[in-house]
């Protein structure tokens, strides 16, 4: 019998009826012994830039929501799938990603492709607002994202049973929760201003296509945790760049 998808605006509707809660449910590392193997491959020379940039400088929205850096046509494509609200993606940003941007997608033969997975209401809300700049702003206001969860945790959790006791509509949930947890202020110190976060977070339509995406990524990928990684269309079953990096490696990364 075929599943029967939901609705986007059922999905966000499912989304926002999560608990105003911070945990770690569908955050966890799988067990990195038993990763995708690669086939391997012999080195691969670096690529060549265009004039006058790095590939790590290269970024672009993808059809299927997420934000691309590096070469287009990078024989290694790698796809992480990740919540803003998971220590265990912020501790990847911290350990695996300058290595992953600086050591191979800069050589032109890797790219990487992020896509949301969101968890809650807050995960969403700083979502859209990574989105609200220009593409070449992305992956920056990601990574300070990581940078300053636990603070930004910190904020967020008292404000739980405000929006519960609110009760508020699908259009104004998500700017609530940025101006009463401090993330507009947050995104505002970081090139966004206020009344463009405000706009960004009012577009409930942008909310359900990250629901709807979330609930893709099961179904395709089978992403059941976070971080996830997919090289060329397959689940590594890895969550650690010291578990990645020998995938990418046997594909022909050097």
């Known amino acids: ?42 080195p691969l ?6 004039a006058g940039k790095a590939w790590t400088d290269v970024v672009a929205v993808t059809p299927e929501g997420g934000y691309v850096m590096g070469n287009p046509n990078a024989p290694i494509k790698v796809i992480e799938f990740a919540s803003l609200t998971c220590p265990h993606c912020a501790e990847f940003e911290e350990k695996g990603f300058p290595h992953l941007r600086d050591e191979y997608v800069a050589k032109g033969t890797v790219s990487l492709e992020f896509r949301n997975f969101v968890r809650d209401p807050y995960d969403t809300t700083m979502a859209m607002l990574t989105r609200c700049g220009a593409p070449d702003t992305f992956f920056a206001l990601t990574e300070q994202v990581y940078t300053n969860q ?81 090289v060329n269309g397959r689940n590594a ?18």
């Open 1 to 42: 019998m075929q599943t029967k998808l939901f609705t986007p605006g059922r999905l966000l509707l499912a989304l926002i009826a999560l608990p105003l809660a911070l945990g770690l449910a569908a955050c966890g590392k799988k067990d990195d012994a038993t990763g995708a193997a690669a086939q391997v491959g012999a």
């Open 45 to 50: 020379n670096a690529v060549p830039p265009p």
């Open 150 to 230: 636990k603070a930004i945790f910190d904020q967020l959790q008292p404000i739980g049973a405000q929006l519960q006791a609110a009760n508020l509509p699908p259009d104004q949930i998500f700017k609530a929760i940025g101006e009463r947890g401090g993330l507009i202020d947050f995104f505002a110190a970081r090139g966004i201003a206020k009344d463009q976060a405000g706009q960004c977070l009012a577009k409930s339509d942008t909310a359900s296509k990250l629901a709807a995406d979330t609930q893709k990524a099961t179904e395709t990928f089978n992403v059941t945790g976070t971080p996830t990684f997919i």
């Open 237 to 254: 079953e890895v969550a650690t760049w010291d578990a990645l990096e020998p995938i990418l490696k046997q594909a022909g990364a050097r």
